[in-house]
């Protein structure tokens, strides 16, 4: 069984362009979560799908992210116009519902010059 | 609000010397507490997860925490570690009610383990 896939897995852009990140969850997981890392500090949650709706966006810090799942699959998360402060890696992870266990990719590392 | 502390950003410890890594928890209710590892170019695997059903939670690869209500704390411990035990090591705490994957993470705890 594949799992979470997530990509790229390294972005370098500058500051004002734009960035779409794009997370595979495990088949047939409903639940859909980003976290970011930024600078090595403590990993935190952005933004929780169930299906293609948005259940929890509390974590998501400005509208300059815009995160989408159309049809329920995969989603991606678009920074316009990136910032250096977006510099970190952002986890994409799954779970069958939100209680199960949850399935982590392997990030994106993405640094905003 | 729901939050973790890591004491000690990174911990080395020989091989086969006991592995302990600090976790202490602040929440207003009874937590659902989870332990994760980060191997490199990883992305992050649960460990173990305390629900309240027993105190002393076992996990994979020979790992364990003991909630301990009174002191707040969710430590894990391993009697004898191994040098693939490398890695980075997270706790967190759910934000969610009954314990789901919105989690608050600690900022991480750096395992080295030296020959």
């Known amino acids: 069984e594949a799992g979470v896939t997530q990509f790229p897995s390294h972005s370098v852009i500058e500051k004002g362009q734009t960035v779409t990140l794009r997370c595979d969850p495990i088949?047939?997981?409903?639940?859909l979560y980003w976290y970011r890392r930024v600078m090595g500090k403590e990993i935190k949650f952005l933004l929780h799908f169930v299906k293609e709706s948005k259940q929890d966006e509390s974590g998501m810090p400005n509208n300059r992210f815009l995160a989408e799942r159309t049809g329920g699959t995969y989603s991606t998360l678009k920074v316009q116009p990136a910032e250096l402060e977006d510099s970190g890696v952002y986890f994409c992870a799954s779970s069958r519902s939100p209680e199960e266990k949850l399935f982590f990719g392997s990030g994106t590392q993405l640094s905003v010059l | 609000a729901q939050s973790v502390t890591q004491l000690g950003s990174h911990v080395s410890v020989s091989e086969g010397a006991l592995v302990l890594l600090r976790c202490n928890y602040s929440s207003s209710v009874p937590p659902y507490l989870f332990w994760y590892v980060q191997y490199p170019n990883q992305g992050l695997q649960l460990l173990l997860k305390y629900t309240s059903a027993a105190t002393l939670v076992k996990g994979i690869n020979g790992f364990e925490a003991e909630f301990k209500k009174s002191e707040t704390s969710f430590h894990l411990t391993k009697p004898s570690a191994h040098m693939s035990d490398a890695a980075e090591y997270f706790c967190a705490v759910s934000s969610a009610p009954g314990g789901g994957n919105k989690l608050t993470f600690g900022t991480g705890t750096q395992l080295k383990v030296e020959l």
């Open positions: 088949s047939g997981h409903d639940n």
